[in-house]
C-alpha cells in the first residue's frame, strides 16, 4: 500500500520517533509466528504421544508441562496485539482506516484468552486420554474455544478488510493473498469445528492453515514496515 508511507525521517535521515514506534510494533508481527510455530513444533516433538497428525496443537497445553503452551499462546498473543497496533499506526498514517488492526487485535486478544484457558484432552493426548473427542467439555475447554472462536474471526474480518484496502490501491497480488488467507482459514475452522478433529484431513488443514495464517502475518508486516518511513 503506497499511501502507508510515512514522511517522518529527519534532516540526517533517521527515523522520526513515532516512525521508530511503528516499525518496532510491526516488528513483532514479523516474529510472532515463527515463535509460535517453533514452539509448537519443539513441544509436538518432544512430548510423548503427541501427533501431528491427530492433534490439533491447542492440545499440547494439557498434561504436567501443559503449562509450556500456555505461556507460548499467551506471550503469542500478545505480540501479535502489538504489531496490530502497528497495523493501526501505519493505516492511518497512510490517511487509511485503522480497522484490520483493531481486528487484528481481537485475534491475538483470543490467543491470549486460549491461553489462559487449555483446551480439554481428547484423541489419546496426554497419554492415558480415551481414543475420541470430548464427551463432556469443561468450562476451562469451552472457554479456550470461545476465545479462539472470536480470535480467529477477528483475523479472518482484519484479512478481508485488508483484502479489500488492497484491491483498492491496485495491489491485486496482495488482495487476492489476503483473500485466499482469510476465506481458506474460515474453512479449516469451520470444518475442524465441525467435527473434523475426528479426522487426520481436517487435523492437517488446519494445521496448514494455521502456518497460512502466519505466513500472511509476516508478509503483510514486513510489507508495512517497508512502507512506514
Same mark, same amino acid.
Given at each position: #500500500?503506497?499511501?502507508?508511507?510515512? %514522511? @517522518?525521517?529527519?534532516?540526517?535521515? &533517521?527515523? $522520526?520517533?513515532? *516512525? /521508530?514506534?511503528? =516499525? ?45 503452551? #500456555?505461556?507460548?499462546?499467551?506471550? %503469542? @498473543?500478545?505480540?501479535?496485539?502489538? &504489531?496490530? $497496533?502497528?497495523? *493501526? /499506526?501505519?493505516? =492511518? ?137
Amino acid at each position: #500500500m503506497s499511501t502507508t508511507r510515512h %514522511t @517522518g525521517s529527519d534532516a540526517r535521515g &533517521a527515523c $522520526a520517533p513515532g *516512525v /521508530r514506534t511503528t =516499525r518496532s510494533l510491526l516488528g513483532y508481527g514479523l516474529i510472532a509466528g515463527p515463535f509460535y510455530v517453533l514452539a509448537s513444533v519443539i513441544e509436538g516433538i518432544v512430548r510423548p504421544g503427541f501427533d501431528f497428525t491427530r492433534h490439533d496443537w491447542s492440545l499440547l497445553a494439557n498434561g504436567d508441562v501443559g503449562w509450556i503452551h #500456555m505461556v507460548v499462546l499467551a506471550v %503469542t @498473543g500478545l505480540m501479535v496485539v502489538a &504489531a496490530a $497496533a502497528g497495523f *493501526v /499506526r501505519a493505516l =492511518r498514517g497512510g490517511r487509511r482506516s485503522g480497522a484490520a488492526g483493531w481486528f487484528l487485535a481481537v485475534y491475538g486478544a483470543g490467543m491470549i484468552g486460549a491461553g489462559v484457558f487449555a483446551a480439554d484432552p481428547a484423541d489419546g493426548f496426554p497419554l492415558g486420554t480415551p481414543d475420541g473427542p470430548t464427551v463432556t467439555p469443561s468450562i476451562d475447554g469451552l472457554l479456550h474455544l470461545a476465545f479462539g472462536g472470536l480470535g480467529f474471526l477477528g483475523l479472518v474480518i482484519c484479512c478481508l478488510i485488508l483484502a479489500r484496502l488492497f484491491r483498492k490501491e491496485n495491489a491485486r497480488g496482495w488482495a487476492g493473498f489476503s483473500l485466499a488467507t482469510g476465506v481458506l482459514f474460515l474453512a479449516a475452522f469451520v470444518g475442524i469445528a465441525s467435527g473434523g478433529a475426528a479426522t487426520r484431513f481436517g487435523v492437517l488443514a488446519f494445521t496448514a492453515a494455521v502456518l497460512l495464517a502466519w505466513t500472511w502475518l509476516f508478509l503483510v508486516s514486513s510489507r508495512m514496515y517497508r512502507l512506514t518511513g
